[in-house]
């Protein structure tokens, strides 16, 4: 399994994230922290807690599946064809 790196992240998004963090610490921390203190915190959270996020991301989509498959087995069970009756008398 691959690690993820904020350096992957697309320049804009990374901006942005980083502007998020700096806000963040700026409103509800009255600190002002520049663009590396913002990197780390942001590398800090990709490697610390996506993986938390991401695992809760996988048990929706795998409950979502499991739904939708319930759904079309009982699609299936309703296009079965009736069966004649093997045992006239």
């Not at 804009?12 to 509800?28: A, G, L, P, S, V």
């Not at 795998?62 to 939708?68: P, W, Y």
């Amino acid at each position: 399994m691959r690690t993820f790196r904020a350096s992957a992240l697309p320049t804009e998004i990374k901006q942005q994230m980083r502007n998020d963090i700096q806000f963040f610490f700026e409103k509800e921390r009255g600190e002002t922290i520049g663009d590396l203190a913002a990197d780390g915190v942001l590398e800090f959270v990709i490697s610390k807690l996506s993986p938390h996020f991401y695992n809760e991301g996988i048990k929706d989509a795998r409950a979502t599946m499991m739904e939708r498959m319930a759904s079309l087995e009982e699609d299936l069970y309703a296009l079965e064809k009736p069966l004649p009756n093997a045992a006239r008398k």
